[in-house]
């Protein structure tokens, strides 16, 4: 079976890596913002991946993909042929799926085109109506029982059908969203980056809403999170008992952090970038004093990776810098390592 899997972009050797450590995956590689691969049996494992926003099974790859409005009736067209049967069958050995069900489709594109996503969604609709008796359109991607994906790139489309019931950036234990967030993939990918393990405390001096250290916590590490804000507090909260796991969440400035020295062993945070969450006096400041504080509190050879818009601010060069494409902007990944 092929499948292929959305990531950020910037993460795609992040995100090989994790699928390459899964039982009968092979054939793997990297495109832009996703990652192609064979899987010998079983689609289950997949579903446990961190780091990607989804996975799909593949259908097909358009070839010769235009710009041009004239481009949408090619797409019902093409529609029509999608070989479903047996993909849905693989499905159906993982969860229950209606005889007759509901499908949603999910688009997106590289560069500037004469259409729009949602003129494509509408075009492969028309055409897996045309030719899957009984089966029915959702506009809403939450209530339907399939997704099928068509994620082009130049005069390509890989086409595929969603593996899991819900896209896996989803996750269950974000109940409580709050400016400046960050997205569960991203904050599991750079845990990765840090190389987390299980006998390990992990540290997020900004937690906001949580997500790192619930992701860290979820991998089977200890860990700790604060911020300034008790509403960004009370939403962490809220996600950790969602999520089900342990973590020890204070209030405080990260400048001045109330732990003794040499406590974690990692540092993983999304500092502030005073652009969707307000930050108050300098910048510049908070980053120097904050890194300093990290510094202090991390033991001997452990790893901060940290994310940000402005590494220039932090007052060392890291070991290692990814670029990734997030909210509209595109930050950095971080990695400092400690003598």
């Given at each position: 079976?092929?499948?292929?899997?959305?990531?950020?972009?910037?993460?795609?050797?992040?995100?090989?890596?994790?699928?390459?450590?899964?039982?009968?995956?092979?054939?793997?590689?990297?495109?832009?913002?996703?990652?192609?691969?064979?899987?010998?049996?079983?689609?289950?494992?997949?579903?446990?991946?961190?780091?990607?926003?989804?996975?799909?099974?593949?259908?097909?790859?358009?070839?010769?993909?235009?710009?041009?409005?004239?481009?949408?009736?090619?797409?019902?067209?093409?529609?029509?042929?999608?070989?479903?049967?047996?993909?849905?069958?693989?499905?159906?050995?993982?969860?229950?799926?209606?005889?007759?069900?509901?499908?949603?489709?999910?688009?997106?594109?590289?560069?500037?085109?004469?259409?729009?996503?949602?003129?494509?969604?509408?075009?492969?609709?028309?055409?897996?109506?045309?030719?899957?008796?009984?089966?029915?359109?959702?506009?809403?991607?939450?209530?339907?029982?399939?997704?099928?994906?068509?994620?082009?790139?130049?005069?390509?489309?890989?086409?595929?059908?969603?593996?899991?019931?819900?896209?896996?950036?989803?996750?269950?234990?974000?109940?409580?969203?709050?400016?400046?967030?960050?997205?569960?993939?991203?904050?599991?990918?750079?845990?990765?980056?840090?190389?987390?393990?299980?006998?390990?405390?992990?540290?997020?001096?900004?937690?906001?809403?949580?997500?790192?250290?619930?992701?860290?916590?979820?991998?089977?590490?200890?860990?700790?999170?604060?911020?300034?804000?008790?509403?960004?507090?009370?939403?962490?909260?809220?996600?950790?008992?969602?999520?089900?796991?342990?973590?020890?969440?204070?209030?405080?400035?990260?400048?001045?952090?109330?732990?003794?020295?040499?406590?974690?062993?990692?540092?993983?945070?999304?500092?502030?970038?005073?652009?969707?969450?307000?930050?108050?006096?300098?910048?510049?400041?908070?980053?120097?004093e904050s890194y300093l504080e990290m510094l202090r509190v991390i033991k001997p050879g452990g790893k901060l990776v940290l994310l940000t818009s402005f590494p220039d601010l932090l007052p060392e060069e890291p070991e290692d810098q990814i670029e990734i494409s997030l909210f509209g902007q595109t930050p950095s990944v971080l990695r400092f390592e400690t003598a």
């Open positions: 079976m092929n499948i292929f899997a959305i990531t950020t972009r910037g993460l795609e050797e992040i995100s090989n890596a994790e699928m390459q450590a899964l039982p009968g995956i092979h054939d793997l590689s990297n495109g832009y913002r996703h990652i192609r691969a064979t899987v010998q049996k079983g689609l289950s494992a997949l579903l446990d991946l961190r780091t990607v926003d989804d996975v799909f099974l593949e259908l097909t790859e358009w070839e010769q993909v235009g710009h041009e409005r004239s481009t949408l009736a090619e797409f019902s067209e093409r529609s029509t042929e999608l070989a479903l049967g047996e993909p849905l069958a693989q499905l159906r050995g993982l969860r229950e799926i209606p005889g007759h069900p509901t499908f949603s489709v999910t688009a997106n594109f590289v560069g500037k085109r004469n259409y729009s996503n949602d003129e494509i969604k509408l075009a492969v609709s028309e055409g897996v109506l045309q030719s899957q008796a009984g089966w029915q359109y959702a506009e809403d991607d939450r209530v339907a029982d399939l997704n099928l994906r068509v994620f082009i790139e130049h005069s390509k489309a890989l086409v595929g059908l969603r593996i899991g019931e819900t896209p896996l950036h989803r996750r269950d234990y974000k109940q409580a969203q709050l400016p400046g967030s960050l997205k569960p993939t991203v904050a599991a990918a750079m845990l990765r980056i840090a190389r987390l393990q299980e006998d390990q405390v992990c540290l997020d001096p900004f937690c906001g809403s949580g997500t790192i250290v619930i992701e860290a916590a979820l991998a089977g590490a200890g860990s700790m999170g604060g911020d300034i804000e008790q509403a960004m507090l009370k939403a962490a909260e809220t996600n950790r008992q969602a999520a089900g796991v342990k973590v020890a969440f204070s209030q405080w400035d990260a400048m001045q952090l109330p732990l003794p020295g040499a406590i974690v062993d990692l540092v993983v945070s999304n500092l502030p970038w005073g652009r969707q969450v307000e930050v108050d006096g300098s910048l510049w400041k908070l980053y120097e």
